[in-house]
């Protein structure tokens, strides 16, 4: 169908009977009866309300009420050039009452309570402008939301359930939700909104971000004992009690877990012992030992360069040096061009380039927050922050669908570092985030995370059952303050020098998948007789694990979690949803078909991938 101006629409959803109730005099409330519809525009989804007829209450004489939204964020008086936090009204032949903004546009639907009489919607916007109610007298307020729901993000503010909150399904919402707040500064300082709408866009920002004084700056202040209650607002489709869980369900055996066996790790892997693994072309030979070497011990600082560009998948294990000098120019010339792609947009087609303008101005304002205090970023007009600046955006170019999400600058900011050149640290980034998966931190349906969560919560249930019945009693079992460990793998919780050494550890992908989930029970269990020695409740336990950040010890650290792993590998019991989490099969766990007894680390079976 076609409307007015020659737009062409389409009717997605129609109810009638939908009624707004006002006061215009003496005699009481005035009804306007009206259809609202769903419609499908060029640019959207919008939401619109038309009367039928006026009651006969409403007299033409009386002062004229009509409302229109306006630039699709508020409404106002039609006859007023007069009006309170929204644009001046401009002439409209809608009629009275009449209203349409677009969905994405909404911020909060306010819902009735049942049992109450007819039941009605209010539309608040972003701007915070209240539309007015719509009564629906023949019902139907119940499917309209769920057409809603087809095309934004709907879920139910849990501390307020009459108040639902809209979030669009869009990677730019995402991003969105990392830049709109920042808590728990390095000074401890709690920044942050209490508005249900924040909360919940917010939601990857307050998990993830405890200390990012390097980030946005708040608009509002709270003391830390209301974190508790914002963190109830985060949205039903990052809970780990929804129906999405039924995937990972299981059945927790009554038995536990053997004793925890004592782990020796060894020193850093040197450079003497690097070119041992380096045959006379320059091959990297023997690849399993050698990651086994840098698993148990991680390396030397003056060797990460070289061999980050291996086990980062730029350079594979086969190659000799002429062929990676062939491939670094190939690679050289490929970033160059994609650089070149959003380095020559003009000025005046970054005006009609939204996505471009948006995400570069998200970048500009991460990166210049970014490990400043770190010599390497430190002091004005640092040459460092504009490559820094340059990467990120050439990884919008190398990754259009995804483009630039907060977080992202703090897995660059080390590999830069190691790097220091360009070329090297972009592709080394693209393979930390493509190559080994962690991309998936970042998809804008946030299904990854939510996995990361559920697949932790069930392992701490057999891995810690104590720990998990007590966060349980606390309401902390969701894990969310694990949800920074887990989106940039700790980058916030260790100095520079120890991520580095994390990371390399994780990379090696060893002594099993998801190693990043052991290190998470690994930290937790060194903290769980303190939280109930001191009976620490969900806001005393979110406070205490921010508070760790920079004072966790590595190597204790990595001991316990692969202390954890052997304990698994060795628990005939463990369910097959778990087995399948850290990736053992069943002559790994426990006994194998013949009847011998499975390998005592799964390091030992690793094929050569230089093969």
């Given at each position: 169908m076609m409307a007015s101006g020659d737009v062409e629409t389409q009717v997605l959803y129609e109810q009638s009977g939908v009624f707004i109730h006002t006061t215009q005099d003496e005699a009481g409330d005035v009804l306007f009866g009206g259809k609202i519809q769903v419609i499908r525009k060029s640019d959207g989804a919008y939401i619109e309300w038309n009367p039928i007829r006026e009651i006969e209450n409403h007299s033409p004489e009386k002062t004229e009420t009509d409302w229109t939204v306006v630039n699709a964020v508020s409404y106002q008086r039609e006859n007023s050039k007069v009006t309170e936090n929204v644009t001046v009204a401009q002439p409209s032949r809608r009629s009275r009452y009449a209203m349409s903004f677009p969905l994405v546009d909404t911020k909060t639907i306010r819902r009735s309570k049942r049992g109450l009489g007819w039941s009605y919607l209010m539309f608040v916007l972003k701007d915070g402008v209240?539309?007015?109610?719509?009564?629906?007298?023949?019902?139907?307020?119940?499917a309209l939301v769920k057409e809603l729901k087809k095309h934004v993000i709907i879920s139910t503010n849990l501390t307020d359930s009459c108040q639902l909150i809209v979030l669009p399904h869009n990677t730019d919402a995402l991003t969105q939700s990392f830049t709109e707040l920042k808590i728990m500064g390095e000074t401890s300082a709690t920044k942050f909104f209490k508005d249900p709408y924040t909360a919940t866009m917010g939601g990857f920002s307050k998990v993830t971000n405890f200390l990012r004084d390097t980030l946005t700056t708040p608009t509002a202040s709270r003391p830390f004992d209301e974190y508790a209650e914002l963190m109830a607002d985060l949205p039903s489709i990052l809970s780990v009690n929804s129906e999405a869980e039924q995937s990972y369900e299981m059945v927790v055996p009554e038995s536990r877990l053997g004793p925890r066996p004592?782990?020796?790790?060894?020193?850093?892997?040197?450079?003497?012992?690097?070119?041992?693994h380096l045959d006379k072309e320059g091959r990297v030979i023997e690849v399993p030992e050698l990651l086994k070497k840098i698993f148990q011990g991680g390396m030397d600082p003056s060797i990460r360069r070289d061999v980050w560009k291996f086990i980062l998948k730029y350079y594979p294990w086969n190659s000799t040096r002429t062929e990676r000098i062939a491939l670094r120019k190939r690679k050289e010339d490929e970033y160059f061009c994609m650089k070149a792609q959003w380095k020559t947009i003009t000025p005046e087609q970054e005006k009609r380039f939204s996505t471009i303008r948006e995400r570069k101005n998200i970048i500009d304002k991460d990166v210049i927050r970014t490990d400043r205090t770190h010599a390497y970023y430190e002091g004005e007009h640092n040459p460092h922050l504009e490559i820094l600046n340059d990467v990120l955006m050439t990884y919008c170019q190398y990754n259009f669908d995804l483009g630039y999400v907060q977080g992202m600058s703090d897995l660059l900011s080390p590999i830069l570092m190691i790097m220091e050149k360009e070329v090297d640290a972009f592709w080394c980034f693209a393979g930390f985030l493509d190559e080994l998966g962690l991309v998936m931190n970042f998809d804008m349906e946030q299904e990854g995370m939510r996995n990361q969560l559920m697949q932790l919560n069930s392992m701490m249930q057999i891995v810690d059952p104590k720990l998990y019945s007590y966060l349980q009693s606390k309401e902390c079992s969701n894990l969310y303050f694990c949800f920074r460990w887990l989106l940039i793998w700790f980058k916030r919780e260790f100095t520079m020098d120890n991520?580095?050494?994390?990371?390399?550890?994780?990379?090696?992908?060893?002594?099993?998948?998801n190693f990043h989930f052991l290190m998470c029970l690994a930290i937790l269990d060194g903290e769980r007789d303190l939280l109930e020695r001191e009976n620490y409740d969900f806001n005393d336990i979110?406070?205490?694990?921010?508070?760790?950040?920079?004072?966790?010890?590595?190597?204790?650290i990595l001991r316990r979690a692969e202390g954890i792993y052997l304990q698994l590998l060795e628990y005939p019991d463990l369910p097959q949803a778990l087995r399948d989490v850290i990736g053992l099969t069943l002559e790994e766990n426990g006994t194998a078909e013949d009847g011998s007894h499975a390998s005592e680390s799964s390091i030992e079976v690793l094929a050569d991938p230089s093969e």
């Open positions: 209240s539309l007015p109610p719509l009564h629906f007298h023949e019902g139907g307020s119940t004592e782990v020796e790790r060894r020193d850093p892997l040197t450079k003497a012992e690097w070119e041992s991520i580095c050494r994390v990371w390399e550890v994780m990379w090696t992908g060893l002594p099993c998948k979110l406070k205490h694990v921010n508070e760790l950040s920079f004072h966790i010890d590595i190597e204790v």
